[in-house]
């Protein structure tokens, strides 16, 4: 339970109580209906009272992966189908898994999956895990402790560093071409592939938060987008969208129009939930995942894992 409530503590940036928050992830279907993005009522598909959180969707846009905290204590990697609405354990491990992201490969090669495990010596470093949690291979040997991540291709992936400050690394899978890229930076970092850079979130003089990006061959930042006081997450679409929530709101941002401004897709209280902050956007453009607080209570642990059998 200890090294869970610390990994927990470094990736979530706050005060450890006896509990972690209760957050469950939720799935709403997208769609387009002339040049306006809507999205439909959102699912609970985890339901149960505990850290649900982290959500990242397959490639075939028809399943997610995200990071549980059981009844053992233990964070592990679940899976959940979207056609069947069944979970499934792929993770079942002494240490703690979290922040599951789905390897770039080629069409012929096996599924893989990265994710950040807390060892039994609370090193934090970046694993790799065949298509049913199983095969653990460590990726990274001496890049600790790794708080987030997101692939830039097969051989390359840019990572979130703990410390003080914080650091952003842009290197290869093998560990070699170690470039550290921004410093102090926020828990959100995203990769754009039609646009071929990473984003972040930082903070200006004034303290203020903005989503800003970098190619690959620069380091100069450029601001992107200014990001919500109560919330740093913010996820792209496959046509380069920006999403993000602002006072639980999802709001998307296109730059060729309206100047860049943030426009308003969905009140996702109405899906009775708040404190809305993690999202994801499935490959296909058709699926958003996000995570929030339930407003009701859920169910009871035991009961939301024997629906999970």
Not at 136 to 154: E, Q, T
Not at 185 to 194: E, H, L, P, T
Request: one cysteine or more; aromatic letters at 8%; charged letters at 25%.
């Amino acid at each position: 339970m200890r090294r869970t409530l610390l990994m927990f503590a470094c990736l979530a940036g706050v005060r450890v109580h006896a509990q972690v928050p209760d957050t469950d992830v939720y799935v709403a279907r997208l769609s387009r209906r002339g040049d306006s993005l809507v999205a439909g009522p959102a699912i609970n598909v985890t339901m149960r009272a505990g850290y649900d959180n982290q959500p990242a969707f397959l490639p075939d846009s028809r399943r997610l992966l995200y990071t549980s905290i059981g009844a053992d204590a233990q964070a592990d990697i679940w899976e959940y189908d979207l056609a069947t609405r069944r979970r499934r354990r792929l993770t079942t491990t002494p240490e703690s898994e979290y922040s599951a992201t789905v390897i770039p490969a080629g069409a012929s090669a096996a599924l893989r999956f990265s994710a950040v495990r807390v060892e039994r010596d609370s090193a934090q470093r970046l694993w790799s895990f065949d298509a049913m949690g199983g095969d653990p291979r460590l990726i990274l040997k001496d890049l600790k402790p790794v708080g987030y991540h997101a692939w830039v291709d097969s051989a390359r992936l840019i990572a979130f560093v703990l410390g003080t400050p914080s650091t952003l690394h842009l290197i290869r899978a093998d560990g070699t071409d170690d470039d550290i890229r921004a410093r102090d930076i926020g828990r959100s970092i995203q990769w754009s592939a039609v646009r071929r850079a990473f984003s972040y979130t930082v903070r200006d003089s004034a303290r203020a938060r903005w989503i800003v990006s970098q190619q690959l061959a620069t380091s100069v930042e450029r601001r992107v987008a200014p990001a919500s006081a109560d919330n740093e997450f913010h996820a792209w679409m496959p046509d380069g969208t920006l999403l993000t929530s602002i006072a639980d709101t999802l709001v998307r941002r296109v730059e060729r129009r309206a100047g860049g401004a943030w426009i308003a897709v969905a009140d996702l209280r109405m899906n009775r939930v708040k404190h809305v902050s993690r999202i994801a956007v499935s490959a296909n453009g058709r699926w958003l995942a996000f995570v929030a607080e339930p407003v009701v209570p859920a169910v009871p642990k035991d009961t939301a894992r024997q629906r999970a059998r």
